[in-house]
């Protein structure tokens, strides 16, 4: 499966980086988050409940960070562990552009899953990841205190 989505954040580019890199930011943004953590520098743990009715499995995963360009872009790299579920791998490309006094955040992802996660039905699981993306910067902004306007993707 293949995302994307551009988003003005009405705050500076280092200031975006930042909050982007903030163990605490990511953690009151990402729904369900028990919690997250550095373990190197280019390597996070975390672990999320999620919400799929009557049942709220939790899921471990590590997040990798590489091709960094401080400030400017990184690829996001992550495996998530669901036990009897199965498991779930994305990977993000995230590039941010000085705009005015904002910043511009773009991103493209591709992301998959195995076992009982995808006998949800991949259209379930995909119409649910624009949703949460969405929902995440949101959080984001809320969390860094700027607003973050969702931009039309470039075509």
Same mark, same amino acid.
């Given at each position: 499966?293949?995302?994307?989505? %551009?988003?003005? #954040?009405?705050?500076?580019?280092?200031?975006?980086?930042?909050?982007?890199?903030?163990?605490?930011?990511?953690?009151? *943004?990402?729904?369900? *988050?028990?919690?997250?953590?550095?373990?190197?520098?280019?390597?996070?743990?975390?672990?999320?409940?999620?919400?799929?009715?009557? #049942?709220?499995?939790?899921?471990?995963?590590? @997040?990798?960070?590489?091709?960094?360009?401080?400030?400017?872009?990184?690829?996001?790299?992550?495996?998530?562990?669901?036990?009897?579920?199965?498991?779930?791998?994305?990977?993000?490309?995230? %590039?941010?552009?000085?705009?005015?006094?904002?910043? @511009?955040?773009?991103?493209?992802?591709?992301?998959?899953?195995?076992?009982?996660?995808?006998?949800?039905?991949?259209?379930?699981?995909?119409?649910?990841?624009?949703?949460?993306?969405?929902?995440?910067?949101? %959080?984001?902004?809320?969390?860094?205190?700027?607003? #973050?306007?969702?931009?039309?993707?470039?075509?």
């Amino acid at each position: 499966m293949d995302f994307g989505g %551009r988003y003005r #954040v009405d705050a500076n580019r280092l200031a975006v980086w930042n909050a982007l890199n903030d163990a605490e930011v990511l953690k009151a *943004c990402i729904p369900g *988050c028990k919690a997250i953590r550095w373990v190197s520098d280019t390597a996070l743990e975390l672990e999320i409940t999620v919400n799929l009715g009557v #049942v709220q499995p939790v899921f471990k995963g590590d @997040l990798f960070l590489s091709d960094i360009d401080p400030a400017i872009s990184y690829t996001l790299t992550g495996q998530g562990r669901g036990g009897l579920l199965g498991k779930a791998q994305a990977s993000a490309d995230i %590039r941010l552009i000085d705009l005015d006094s904002s910043t @511009l955040l773009s991103f493209s992802a591709t992301g998959g899953a195995s076992g009982q996660i995808m006998k949800l039905g991949r259209a379930i699981v995909g119409n649910s990841a624009q949703k949460i993306i969405d929902g995440f910067f949101e %959080r984001f902004g809320e969390a860094m205190g700027a607003r #973050v306007v969702p931009l039309e993707p470039q075509l």
